[in-house]
């Protein structure tokens, strides 16, 4: 039975993106990112960041220089850092995952920790939608919002403690390079004596194929 034009012409639309979506590299994706991606960084800077593995933003003096360097990549995950050159000024790390959520329905996850290096605990995590060439930022809020430290923190817990584990723990997103179906918010402290106040340290959104589901626990010594 043959198609009608109309109906032809939507399956290979169809085709075409189910072959295509799945193929970008990360490169591919790093080069869709918004411009706050790699601040102080244009596409041909960019171009030559995955090519190179590393890239130098000159200043007006040599302190003033922002070095750019490539942790880790593979076929679906990328990290990278930006720091200067002196390394006394900003140092942040951003990571990206390309997230399989169904037959050929991508979303690339895109974190930043914080500023070690300036004691600023602010990350940011981002979820984008895989569209062909280009990256629409998802709007469903696939994991939860606003997360921060007092998720971990006894109900019981003194205020004056609690205000002290702000002060002396940092929190991040961990992608997870080895796993295929979880990514984890988790929270390092500077003291473990406070350990005790919590009731984990890590929480786990792992994906059961419609929604992630969470789950607080306490990250193995070796992780």
Known sequence: MKLPASCRIILFVLLAFSTYAPAQSMRDLLLMLPDDATPGLDESGRKALIKEGEYTISGKRDEDEIDYAVDT????YLSYEYSS????GINITYTLKKFKLAANIYVLFFTTDG????????YVFKAYDIKGKSLEENQEHLIQENLGYSIFVKPETPDSIKSLIGKISYCTFDL????????????????????????????????????????IIFRKEDE
């Open 176 to 215: 997870g390079i080895q796993s295929a179906d979880k990514i984890n918010f988790q929270m390092t402290l500077e003291n473990e004596k406070y350990k005790k106040w919590l009731i984990g340290d890590t929480i786990e959104f792992q994906w059961n194929g419609t929604l992630f589901v969470s789950n």
């Open 115 to 122: 500023d070690i290096v300036n004691k600023n605990d602010k």
């Open 85 to 88: 050159s002196n390394g006394k």
């Open 73 to 76: 990549a593979t076929d679906n």
